[in-house]
């Protein structure tokens, strides 16, 4: 994260952002295929760490990541195999919606995880201060269905909705959003626009 100050002078906290370029490996059609999807590649690696069916579905190029969206009927004909999308079609201004991974945090507690408040540190107990207390037995001899507990915490996918482009760097293929993205440095994510 940065911040950028506007033309009025006000600061606004952003997220820098590479965007693309991404290329169409291959356009899948509701006649041939059974549905409407396009496909993309981004990044590279070396040829070696690839096998060759893999090799053959992105048309011979080394791409490391391989996505697929679907697609509205109409759109399937503006898109070709071979073109490539990078951040400028995308203006200041517009409305995006970012989806990644989020950071991962491991094994956690319950204070952490769902925001307990634990135990008091007096009457009588000692060490049950960051600890979940009851779940729920008494005459049920079971643990109900989605008690919150001490587990993994982090690693889902997250999607942020209505965040504002501050600033597009068409040359360096570069975006400055207004605002915190899920994930950390290196995550790729989903942009869509609104």
């Given at each position: 994260?940065?911040?950028?100050?506007?033309?009025?002078?006000?600061?606004?906290?952003?997220?820098?952002?590479?965007?693309?370029p991404?290329?169409?490996?291959?356009?899948?059609?509701?006649?041939?295929?059974g549905?409407?999807?396009?496909?993309?590649g981004?990044?590279?690696?070396?040829?070696?760490?690839?096998?060759?069916?893999?090799?053959?579905?992105m048309?011979?190029?080394?791409?490391?990541?391989?996505?697929?969206?679907?697609?509205?009927?109409?759109?399937v004909?503006?898109?070709?195999?071979?073109?490539?999308?990078?951040?400028?079609?995308?203006?200041?201004?517009?409305?995006?919606?970012?989806?990644?991974?989020?950071?991962?945090?491991?094994?956690?507690?319950?204070?952490?995880?769902?925001g307990?408040?634990?135990?008091?540190?007096?009457?009588?107990?000692?060490?049950?201060?960051?600890?979940?207390?009851?779940?729920?037995?008494?005459?049920?001899?079971?643990?109900?269905?989605?008690?919150?507990?001490?587990g993994?915490?982090?690693?889902?996918?997250?999607?942020?909705k209505?965040?504002?482009?501050?600033?597009?760097?068409?040359?360096?293929?570069?975006?400055?959003?207004?605002?915190?993205?899920?994930?950390?440095?290196?995550?790729?994510?989903?942009?869509?626009?609104?």
């Amino acid at each position: 994260m940065s911040e950028y100050f506007t033309e009025e002078g006000v600061v606004v906290p952003v997220t820098v952002i590479s965007a693309g370029p991404v290329t169409v490996t291959r356009v899948f059609e509701k006649s041939k295929d059974g549905y409407n999807s396009v496909q993309i590649g981004f990044g590279s690696q070396k040829p070696q760490r690839l096998s060759k069916p893999q090799i053959g579905q992105m048309k011979g190029g080394n791409y490391k990541i391989l996505k697929e969206f679907r697609l509205k009927p109409s759109d399937v004909s503006e898109s070709k195999e071979g073109d490539t999308l990078d951040a400028s079609i995308f203006a200041t201004g517009d409305k995006v919606q970012i989806s990644g991974i989020s950071k991962g945090k491991g094994f956690q507690g319950v204070v952490k995880r769902h925001g307990f408040h634990g135990g008091p540190r007096t009457h009588g107990q000692k060490h049950s201060e960051r600890e979940a207390g009851s779940i729920g037995g008494g005459l049920r001899t079971h643990v109900p269905k989605g008690m919150r507990m001490a587990g993994r915490m982090g690693s889902d996918k997250i999607t942020q909705k209505n965040l504002k482009v501050i600033l597009v760097d068409k040359e360096n293929n570069l975006m400055l959003i207004k605002g915190a993205i899920p994930g950390r440095r290196g995550t790729l994510l989903e942009i869509i626009k609104r």
